[in-house]
């Protein structure tokens, strides 16, 4: 039995009907002005949140979806999440129906309702323009814990999704904006750092409200029907111009295939496989062939595959083509039940954002590598990160500390070299490292070399994005503890037409009195006693085209800068 999700048949809401459909300078100027909201949205979300992850390395998004759940609009933060949130407000109307109130606020996290995964909480509020629900304000933003059987939620034991974390299906947790304080005591109750997770939700809620205050005085301007009648014309703009790129792509079946390491349990190279039909301005992405869903947390659930195939498709197009509705519409995805795309409801997926969301998105733009050659980039490095857990002793205070730092190469494209420490495909560099000396004074780290890695990127016409060589002491007087999730100590970042890979992650641990040695990239409970030393080093981007082409003034420019450790001229 297949899944099949064809995203231009999903139903639209009624369309406004007026006496003038605006113009188009009056269309241009809404479209920038719901941009400038998101954009808002964000920075509000950067100067509230209470934790790093968030206020440092970003890892959230904000949005703007119709009342029929339609993406609107989007700020350039994690691509991986947005694609995923017409699946979730989709989820809260079909929970909710007509019970909805101006002033309610809603939550959820559960991948299997629309949610990428379980540290992912997202808020909506809903948006009433002259008594009418119009929008849906989203903020998608990936907590420090949620609570489960391990701090972080990356239980690389988890056989389960009720391993990973407290669960929420559509919940109301603002009722006509009164907050119901039983929820808020529950959630609190289920999560190790309540201060900071309720900081970061109030942030959140925050932002979305914030969104509804901006889109009031944007139809108090111009009037709903003008602004209701200008989404229309900009999803339906949207959709023209991508129809328009596709048109132009060869007509064909193609296939790729990318490689997860393995799921931690001894199963190795993993394959994610899609067939792409391209068929004059649509497209059919069908991930029936890859892998059977595995016990571990590599699976990804719908709404996730969903925003992974998208972001694989939308990084091929032109990059002044706004980012929402219309992209999807000519795009049909084709899963099986049971596969590691498709897992039935239960089956573990925390890693799914990154892995296997980096893979689905290599895999098609492999496929697509053949109908439209200079457009397709090089593979972006994998993630692998670490999450530790400890006492820090400057302050006696519980901490839990995510690695954002040491990021991979970005791919490199007909455009040039991939970008240097620029992270994953999945967030397309929206993720940030932020300042050591930052993370230095809030937690009790000490990073003697934060540099990039020399002959990382994947050789090629145009070179593959550096990665990173970290060193990072652990400076805590009592054990602390650290959990290791994530890919790509086996496979590098792919090359595209003839680049060469970058080179795998390879991080290692010491410490004290202890032999130096390898970390693998699933571990759960790795004691980190006071002194250890982390040593990193990350995986560079996919190269692009023949290594003999690259000239030898970008030869002599790579040694000098100290981005190969060998001059070849």
């Not at 098609?364 to 397709?376: G, N, Q, T, Y």
Request: glycine residues 12%; negative net charge; aromatic residues 8%.
């Amino acid at each position: 039995m297949l899944f099949v999700a064809s995203n231009h048949k999903e139903p639209n809401a009624p369309k406004e009907t007026s006496m003038s459909a605006p113009d188009p300078i009056t269309i241009s100027v809404i479209q920038h002005r719901l941009t400038g909201i998101v954009e808002e949205m964000g920075e509000a979300m950067l100067r509230t949140s209470f934790s790093q992850i968030l206020n440092s390395s970003r890892d959230f998004s904000t949005a703007i979806c119709g009342a029929d759940s339609q993406l609107v609009a989007q700020a350039d933060h994690i691509p991986v999440h947005v694609g995923a949130l017409r699946p979730a407000a989709a989820a809260i109307i079909d929970a909710f129906g007509d019970d909805v109130s101006e002033g309610d606020i809603f939550l959820l996290n559960d991948p299997y309702f629309g949610g990428s995964h379980l540290p992912d909480i997202t808020a909506f509020s809903p948006v009433f323009i002259d008594q009418t629900l119009a929008f849906w304000a989203i903020n998608r933003a990936h907590h420090s814990d949620i609570g489960g059987a391990t701090y972080g939620a990356y239980n690389a034991a988890a056989r389960e999704i009720w391993q990973e974390g407290l669960r929420l299906p559509p919940l109301r947790l603002y009722d006509k904006g009164k907050i119901r304080d039983d929820i808020l005591r529950m959630l609190k109750t289920n999560v190790r750092h309540s201060r900071d997770f309720e900081g970061d939700l109030m942030a959140q809620i925050g932002s979305v409200l914030l969104a509804g205050q901006r889109l009031n005085a944007l139809a108090a301007e111009f009037g709903r029907d003008t602004v209701l009648q200008s989404v229309e014309r900009i999803l339906d703009a949207t959709e023209t111009q991508a129809r328009a790129i596709f048109e132009q792509w060869q007509d064909g079946v193609y296939e790729g295939t990318a490689w997860l390491d393995d799921d931690g349990r001894g199963n190795t190279d993993l394959a994610i496989r899609a067939c792409v039909t391209v068929t004059g301005s649509d497209i059919t992405v069908d991930l029936t062939g890859s892998a059977p869903q595995v016990a571990s947390f590599v699976n990804s659930p719908w709404a996730n595959t969903r925003s992974a195939v998208l972001v694989g498709i939308a990084v091929l197009l032109d990059p002044d083509i706004p980012k929402n509705e219309g992209v999807a519409r000519p795009v049909e995805i084709k899963t099986k039940p049971g596969t590691i795309v498709a897992p039935e409801p239960g089956a573990p997926v925390t890693m799914c954002t990154s892995h296997c969301g980096n893979e689905i998105i290599e895999a098609v733009v492999v496929a697509l590598s053949k109908a439209c050659p200079d457009r397709a980039m090089g593979g972006w490095g994998r993630r692998l990160r670490i999450a530790l857990k400890g006492i820090d002793p400057r302050n006696g205070r519980p901490f839990i500390w995510h690695l954002f730092h040491a990021r991979p190469g970005g791919g490199a494209s007909s455009a040039g070299d991939g970008w240097h420490n620029a992270g994953e495909w999945h967030s397309a560099g929206g993720l940030k490292f932020g300042s050591i000396e930052v993370a230095e004074t809030r937690f009790p780290l000490y990073f003697p070399q934060h540099e990039f890695r020399p002959d990382s990127g994947g050789d090629g016409q145009y070179v593959g994005g550096a990665g990173c060589d970290l060193e990072m002491v652990v400076e805590t007087a009592e054990p602390a503890v650290a959990n290791v999730a994530g890919e790509g100590l086996r496979h590098g970042a792919r090359g595209m037409r003839d680049g060469e890979d970058g080179a795998p992650h390879r991080y290692l641990i010491h410490p004290p009195g202890q032999e130096r040695r390898l970390l693998a990239s699933k571990v759960e409970g790795e004691p980190v006693p006071p002194g250890t030393v982390f040593e990193i080093h990350s995986g560079g981007g996919g190269g692009w085209g023949p290594p003999a082409q690259r000239s030898l003034q970008a030869r002599r420019r790579d040694f000098e800068n100290g981005f190969v450790s060998k001059s070849t001229t």
